[in-house]
């Protein structure tokens, strides 16, 4: 149709534009008359009537939009194009789609000038830029309204670029740190943080970024203050095209809700702690060790030795039992004995027993408030503050604790120092218990010692007692050993072993030690009679109790010639070591053990050759769980045996200190060596007793 109309005008043929790909039209004259349309143009917009003004073949709608460019280009001849033109086709309904077309207008002259439209349908590239642009706009409303919310709801609001350098805050980070907006960019924010902290936040974020995931950590900042308050840091990537763009992140305060999160799992930590232990000062380690570093940077606990008993006007003295320290400091040694005058800052601050704390310059405690080996700490580890803090356990004060911190922690807070007596409150069920065993284990150990009397001195034998205490508290009890020398010259040495670990088996002990020295002196018989006599009378003064003994004389019946008479009742053999490194067990003269109904107890005579140890010891040093006893015997005989050259003293000392002990049980040892030469004595002979 529209080939024959430019045909009949004698115009160019233009046919040759029909299969075109673009829709190609051409209008004549000053009312621009449509007079050809190719196949393309008329997919587009449809069949037009050739022949009328573009405003009746399109509508008015297009007279009015585009006529004017009709007119310019036809009367100007400069070519005119349009991008992304709406068109609605004349005709076409209200809900018909509007199409979008580039256009391109030229002025077309060959016997009459005309326009030549040249136009593509971009309906398709429009609508998809649009649904970009509406997404893009969507994403950018959403981001805003997200950044609206955090902004209203944080303290802190920051930006960072995609290396994780800030680039941006609120505002907020400078208020509370102090820090100036040029301090804090980039990575600067780093050093308002807690020293300990920076080298752990920084793996953090760093691991953070790499993995491209939300951020969730806590660390401490410095306040404009000078104080360090917890801060919860929340960030996540913000994401374009597959690739982080920036961080976006918050900081809150949570000072108050860490603080409340730290005392629950302190009280817990300390509970724990005071639950799984019984002895007195291994319960005031645990609890130092839960204070350090939570609360302080060094900690020391120094124990009441009279427990509260002290009379009016005396001096104090105090054990130092526990100490703690962080990783980076020295660590006071965990014993000690400190004494303080009783008109001193130290006892001013038992008696008002609330705590008291001291801030100084670094390195300058005050003198007369602490203990001399606190002071000495305090001095070197650079501490600027000191909470004194007394202890009392059933109304009476046990134990001092002392809580220091460095200067670049500050001194403890209110909330820092109630926390701290919270913590010795509430495990003041626990400390009462061992308080109260400590004081029996007090009572019994001093009972102990004050029966353990030294060796005598003795012209030809020497010697040698050694005691040690179990280092559990529930192990106080019946260990014991003894010598003297009776009228008849003989020297006695005996060695025992009450049943129980506690007060009552060490008065026990004290009985059945006092009854034998009475029976062993009063009637110059053999030992195994004498060990017959003092297990009639347990019947009577002990009548519950059970024991082990070994009861000896070492007698001289000639000049120069030792021998070991002895009786043993359910005690582990005595042990003969003879100068020459040879050793062997006695056991000739077993007997049952005290405290059980038995008739006759036997003795034995065995030559004590110059030069040899005889070695009595209680089962601590020689017993160990699940292992046989044969075994710990031959370990003791061989570890004798090495040492039989060495000097009597530490023979028995390398005997207590290098075999292995189960640590649960107190160890006794008496231990006598003869001359190491037979020459004449000038001392009468002993008279060996009848039997």
Known sequence: MGGAGVHGMGWLALEAFDPAPVAVALTIGPDHRLVYTNLAYRAFVGDRPLGEPIG??????????????????LATGEPVTLVDAPVKPAGADAEAEERYFSFSLSRFTHERPGVLVVAVDVTEQVSAVGRADRATEEQRRSRRRLESLVWMNA???????????????????EHITGQSRKEFLGDGWMRALHPDDREPTTRSWDETRRQVRPWHYFYRVRTREGEYRHFEVRSAPVIEDGAVVEWIGTCFDVEEEWREGQRRELLARAA??????????????????VLVPELADGCGVHLLSDLGDRPAGAPITVQRVATAARRDLRQQPPAGEERFAPDSGFARALERRRPLQRTFPPGRPPADLLPGSTTAWLTESGATSVVLMPVAVDGAVAAVVTAARRGDRGPMSPDDIALLEQIFEHTNDALSGAVKFH???????????????????????????????????????GDWYDSFVLPDGATVVAIGDVAGHDLAAAVDMSRLRNMLRVLTADRLA????????????????????????????????????????????????????????????LEEAANPLLGMPFGTYHSATEPLPPGSTLLLYTDGLVEHPGEHLDRGLDRLRR??????????????????????????????????????????STAPATTRPPG
């Open 639 to 680: 570890h004798a045996c090495a040492l039989a050259h060495q000097p009597l003293e530490h023979m028995c000392d390398a005997l207590v200190a290098d075999l292995p002990v189960t640590g649960t049980d107190d160890i006794a040892v008496i231990a006598v060596r003869t001359p190491d030469t037979a020459a004449p």
């Open 526 to 585: 053999p030992p195994g009679e004498i060990l017959r006599r003092l297990n009639s009378a347990m019947e009577t003064v002990a009548p519950d109790a059970t024991a082990t003994c070994v009861l000896a004389r070492v007698e001289e019946p000639e000049p120069g010639r030792w021998q070991f008479n002895y009786a043993v009742a359910g005690h582990p053999p005595p042990l003969l070591v003879t100068g020459d490194g040879d050793g062997r067990f």
């Open 272 to 289: 724990a702690a005071a639950a799984e232990r019984t002895e007195l000062t291994e319960m005031f380690a645990a609890l130092a060790e």
């Open 56 to 73: 009746e073949a399109f509508g008015a709608a297009a007279k009015q939009d585009y006529g004017e460019l009709f007119d310019r280009v």
């Open 155 to 173: 303290q802190v609001v920051w930006m960072t670029d995609a290396d994780g350098q800030v680039i941006e805050s609120t505002g907020g980070w």
């Open 439 to 477: 004081r029996t284990q007090q009572v019994a150990l001093a009972l102990q010692h004050s029966l353990l009397a030294e060796p005598p001195e003795h012209r030809d034998l020497h010697i040698v007692a050694r005691y040690t205490a179990s280092p559990a508290g529930a192990e106080v009890g």
